[in-house]
């Protein structure tokens, strides 16, 4: 490979989106580093309902998950300017799932659906390889039709790489498990329980790796939290609004307000997360303390039904995945205030997540779930 493409493939964006809905499955954009542009190289439907994506730590391997009732995931690596099947799909156990992680040597799933977390293997080569291990999730909330059951939907490792946290929107909870590197059993370890009804969805960590944000999407609120490394704990400190006051509800012609998902600047001076309904990416300012974060501003998501964010964390620029308006809108960030500037959209039909490739190979096998550690993601 030529330095010239040696540098483009070290600027790649990979985008899920829902085949069942007009999407094209995974699409391959470059990323141009001066402006944040995105230009669109190719599509690849091998898996159905790519929902999200994350970066493997082998060099040009990513795994997707298939949002399907029978959920499965999906192994792909770096073929020219797009993706190829890594082998075979594997199915994980659960239905419906939305979210996954990896903790090498497994890939850890979170199953809206059927409501549990679960792990596949991964092998030398990057490939997947079957049975899940699956543990399932109980209870449920006091919204009769959203929280009826456990629904999973986010799985994450904390900063330390101890620890696997998994955000229960149907049981409105977070557990904290250990998890087996030698079979892929999760072991409960703790649950947190948050507001009945907020319904949490979302998980990020700040760079001082002491503070989580919960993102909840019934109700358009930010959980603060302690995070305890040394005892595998969450503790709720505080709720935060993401909206400005009156904007939660149906009112006036306003839409109801469903955040989704949260970055956090590498600084941590700034939160941003994206809410559906009201269609805009919200601002939070950290300089009074990451435990203290305040609503400073709101824009426009450049489209409809901003399911994901995503950052860049070397330039500062946000990526929203706009689902039901079809395209990924970028914007570059103002370094004093933290306010979001509309620079330009991808159409992309369906989309739902944003996954920008990693070009720190030191930086490449850390643990996710801080905002500075692997891939760039949401």
């Not at 599509?43 to 795994?63: F, N, R």
């Not at 039709?145 to 149907?170: C, I, N």
Request: glycine share 12%.
């Amino acid at each position: 490979m030529g330095d010239k493409e040696a540098d483009e493939a070290e600027h790649r964006v990979y985008i899920g989106s829902f085949t069942s809905s007009g999407g094209r499955g995974i699409t391959t954009a470059a990323l141009d580093p001066e402006t944040g542009a995105l230009t669109e190289l190719s599509t690849t439907d091998a898996l159905a309902d790519p929902s999200y994506l994350v970066e493997g730590v082998h060099i040009g391997v990513v795994y997707a998950v298939s949002e399907r009732g029978e959920g499965a995931v999906g192994a792909f690596i770096a073929d020219g300017r797009g993706l190829r099947p890594l082998g075979a799909p594997v199915p994980v156990g659960g239905a419906g799932p939305t979210h996954l992680a990896e903790a090498w040597p497994w890939l850890l799933t979170a199953h809206y659906t059927s409501g549990g977390v679960g792990a596949v293997a991964i092998t030398e080569d990057g490939s997947l390889a079957g049975p899940a291990q699956v543990l399932r999730h109980h209870g449920s909330g006091p919204d009769p039709e959203r929280q009826e059951g456990p629904h999973a939907h986010q799985v994450l490792h904390d900063p330390s790489g101890r620890w696997v946290l998994s955000v229960d929107l149907g049981a409105d909870s977070v557990r904290v498990c250990a998890l087996d590197d030698d079979t892929g059993t999760l072991r409960p370890h703790s649950e947190t329980a948050l507001t009945p009804g907020n319904g949490p969805r979302h998980l990020v960590f700040h760079p001082d790796e002491e503070v989580a944000y919960v993102v909840n999407e019934l109700r358009p609120l930010l959980t603060v939290c302690r995070w305890d490394a040394e005892a595998g704990r969450l503790e709720p400190v505080g709720e935060v609004p993401l909206v400005a006051e009156g904007g939660s509800e149906a009112s006036s012609g306003a839409a109801r307000a469903y955040p989704s998902a949260a970055a956090v600047a590498l600084d941590g001076r700034f939160l941003w997360v994206a809410v559906r309904g009201a269609d805009v990416l919200a601002t939070l300012s950290l300089a009074d303390g990451s435990d203290k974060p305040r609503l400073t501003g709101a824009v426009d998501c450049g489209g409809h039904w901003p399911r994901d964010l995503a950052i860049d964390l070397y330039r500062n620029r946000l990526y929203a995945a706009n689902e039901r308006s079809g395209d990924v809108t970028w914007f570059d960030v103002d370094p004093e205030t933290g306010q979001p500037r509309r620079a330009g959209s991808l159409p992309v039909p369906a989309a739902t997540c944003v996954l920008i490739q990693c070009c720190d190979r030191d930086m490449r096998g850390a643990r996710p779930g801080t905002s500075g550690a692997g891939p760039t993601h949401a």
